[in-house]
C-alpha cells in the first residue's frame, strides 16, 4: 500500500534550536516511519530575508547535520535541499500565473516582514507562500505539518492546488495540515518574553549547538521570582516554562520533588535550574556531538546532499511532466 506523502522545511537562518527540535523535528522523526516524507532546507527562501550569502553553506550542512544528529534517517525519508530541484523552480513561476498581488499583500508575514525590514521588501518575500507552494505541490504532498504561523500559507497552497485543478485539470491534490493530534509544544524564551529564535535573543534560547557550559550559563540566568507564598499557587509563565523544559528532560521523580516544593511554598529556584541544567547537558550533548562530527564528515554529507537530490528530482520531475502536459507547454 502507497504511503502519504508529507512534506515540510526549515530555513537554514540560524541555529537550530530546542524549540524546533521538540515542535517539529522530533515530529519528523517519527513521520518518517509511518510516511513518504520529504523534509527540505529551503535554502531559497532564505534569500528573501539573508541577500548576504558569505555563510549559507556553513549554515546549510550544519543544518543538516543537526537534523541527521537529531533523528531523521536519509534512508527512511527524502533529506534534501531545495536549490537541488530546480523543478520546484519551475512550477513557481506557473503558480504565480496564478496568484494575485491583493491577496500575497494582505499575508500575516510579509506585513510582518515589511515593517521589519522596510529596506528589503522584493518580490520573493511578496511571493514567498507562492514558493513554499511549489515545495509543497512539487511532490504531490498531502500532509503538511505547519505551525500556527504558516497556516495561512498552506491555505493559499491549497487555493493555489484548487485554482491549478480547475484550470488545466486534476493534478495535484489538496494538502492538509498535519500534526500527530496533540498540541505542539511551544517552548518560550529563558526570560519569558516569546518563543525560542532561531536567530535572536541568543542568551534565552537553547540552541542544539551549544557547549555545556553555555547551557548551563543560560539556564541559571533563566527568569524566575522570590517563589510562591501562597500553596498550590498558579504558576507564572516563565516559570511554567522552566517546569516545561524539565518535563522534557528530566525524571519523573525530580520534576515530581520540585513540583511539590513549588506547592509547599519552599521551592529553591537555584538548585532547580542547576538540576535542569545538568539534565539539559545530558540531553543535548550526544546531538551537538553527533552533528559535530557529521559535518566535519565531508564525504559522508555530501553522499546523503546527492542521494536527496536525486531522489527528489525523480518525484518532482514525475509531477511536472503531468504540470506541463496540464498547461500546454509540451511541443513535441
Not at 511551544?186 to 555545556?212: F, P, Q, R, V, W
Amino acid at each position: 500500500m502507497k504511503k502519504e506523502v508529507v512534506l515540510s522545511g526549515i530555513r537554514p537562518t540560524g541555529f537550530l534550536h530546542l524549540g524546533n527540535y521538540f515542535g517539529a523535528v522530533n515530529n519528523w522523526v517519527q513521520m518518517q516511519h509511518e510516511f513518504d516524507c520529504y523534509f527540505c532546507v529551503v535554502d531559497w527562501h532564505s534569500l528573501t530575508t539573508h541577500p548576504d550569502t558569505k555563510e549559507l553553506k556553513h549554515n546549510v550542512l550544519r543544518l543538516l547535520s543537526e537534523l541527521i544528529a537529531s533523528g531523521l534517517d536519509p534512508e527512511k525519508c527524502v533529506l534534501f535541499i531545495q536549490s537541488d530541484v530546480p523543478e520546484i523552480a519551475e512550477l513557481y513561476l506557473y503558480l504565480n500565473m496564478m496568484a494575485y498581488k491583493g491577496e500575497l499583500e494582505k499575508t500575516t508575514t510579509f506585513k510582518d516582514k515589511v515593517r521589519a525590514n522596510p529596506e528589503n521588501v522584493n518580490a520573493g518575500l511578496l511571493t514567498y507562500p507562492v514558493l513554499q507552494s511549489a515545495d509543497i505541490l512539487i511532490h504531490r504532498a498531502l500532509k503538511v505539518p505547519v505551525g500556527k504561523d504558516q497556516e495561512q500559507h498552506l491555505e493559499m497552497c491549497r487555493n493555489f492546488a484548487e485554482r491549478f485543478n480547475h484550470r488545466y485539470g486534476e493534478v495535484f491534490p489538496i494538502p492538509q495540515a498535519f500534526n500527530y493530534g496533540n498540541d505542539l509544544i511551544k517552548i518560550m524564551s529563558l526570560d519569558g518574553n516569546g518563543k525560542m529564535s532561531k536567530s535572536e535573543n541568543h542568551m534565552n534560547t537553547l540552541y542544539l549547538a551549544d557547549d555545556n557550559d553555555l547551557i548551563r550559563k543560560k539556564i541559571m540566568k533563566a527568569k524566575t521570582d522570590s517563589g510562591p507564598t501562597t500553596p498550590n499557587a498558579e504558576k507564572p509563565d516563565y516559570i511554567e516554562n522552566l517546569f516545561g523544559l524539565m518535563h522534557l528532560v528530566s525524571e519523573k521523580q525530580v520534576i515530581e520533588k520540585f513540583e511539590a516544593d513549588f506547592n509547599n511554598c519552599v521551592i529553591r529556584y537555584g538548585d532547580m535550574k542547576k538540576q535542569l541544567a545538568e539534565d539539559m547537558v545530558q540531553f543535548m550533548a550526544p546531538i551537538r556531538d553527533k552533528a559535530f562530527a557529521i559535518q566535519n564528515d565531508h564525504a559522508y554529507l555530501s553522499g546523503i546532499i546527492k542521494a536527496g537530490a536525486e531522489k527528489a528530482r525523480a518525484s518532482a520531475a514525475a509531477t511536472l511532466l503531468e504540470v506541463r502536459k496540464a498547461v500546454g507547454v509540451n511541443y513535441i
